[in-house]
T-cell receptor, first 111, second 115 residues
Framework: TQLLEQSPQFLSIQEGENLTVYCNSS?????LQWYRQEPGEGPVLLVT?????EVKKLKRLTFQFGDARKDSSLHITAAQPGDTGLYLC???????????FGQGTTLQVKP | DAGVIQSPRHEVTEMGQEVTLRCKPI?????LFWYRQTMMRGLELLIY????????DSGMPEDRFSAKMPNASFSTLKIQPSEPRDSAVYFC?????????????FGEGSRLTVL
């Protein structure tokens, strides 16, 4: 059983389209992070959200933490081929630094 | 800073052989994590250390796996004996703090293939 469920698992879209990736759990998290991973490399942090209802923007990326701190979403506006990669959400349940990762969403943006 | 350094980048070995993966965390980081990534199971936390002390090893699959951190700048993950199902990419990551602001910095991973 995966503690953090991401959906969709795979997404292939055309350049310019919008998309949303979801990260859901039945557990409450003290914080949630989103990472992006490219082939042959380790994940790289995009954002950390800590407050229920929090919204953070990073250029064309918008991250939201659910009010109950059990879920999060990543929205990309006008996707570009450079956005292609594996997007991972990761949560810390007990403020211990122990990060549990979701399965990831593989995004392919075609030119 | 050079970032988290892992070695080897690639390892191909035969079933039954001992495998040792190495990690040098970012200087000054007091948390070190070992993760394993496969297509089927994603990124799984194996073990993590704080100030060189193992804090949680509940993710270590079985007794064939062991990890050590003899000092703040070095950690090893050992598999003995290795099995084909251990084939995966093993990542080491470090961070400078716990909790809700602790960014993990990952190495490039060690890709292990056990034949």
């Amino acid at each position: 059983t995966q503690l953090l469920e991401q959906s969709p698992q795979f997404l292939s879209i055309q350049e310019g389209e919008n998309l949303t990736v979801y990260c859901n759990s039945s557990s409450v998290f003290s914080s949630l992070q989103w990472y992006r991973q490219e082939p042959g490399e380790g994940p790289v942090l995009l954002v950390t959200v800590v407050t229920g209802g929090e919204v953070k923007k990073l250029k064309r990326l918008t991250f939201q933490f659910g009010d109950a701190r059990k879920d999060s979403s990543l929205h990309i506006t006008a996707a570009q081929p450079g956005d292609t990669g594996l997007y991972l959400c990761a949560g810390d349940r007990s403020n211990t630094g122990k990060l549990i990762f979701g399965q990831g969403t593989t995004l392919q943006v075609k030119p | 800073d050079a970032g988290v350094i892992q070695s080897p980048r690639h390892e191909v070995t035969e079933m039954g052989q001992e495998v040792t993966l190495r990690c040098k965390p970012i200087s000054g980081h007091d948390y070190l994590f070992w993760y394993r990534q496969t297509m089927m199971r994603g990124l799984e936390l194996l073990i993590y250390f704080n100030n060189n002390v193992p804090i949680d090893d509940s993710g270590m699959p079985e007794d064939r796996f062991s990890a050590k951190m003899p000092n703040a700048s070095f950690s090893t993950l050992k598999i003995q004996p290795s099995e084909p199902r251990d084939s995966a990419v093993y990542f080491c990551a470090s961070s400078s703090g716990q909790g809700n602001t602790g960014e993990l910095f990952f190495g490039e991973g060690s890709r292990l293939t056990v034949l």
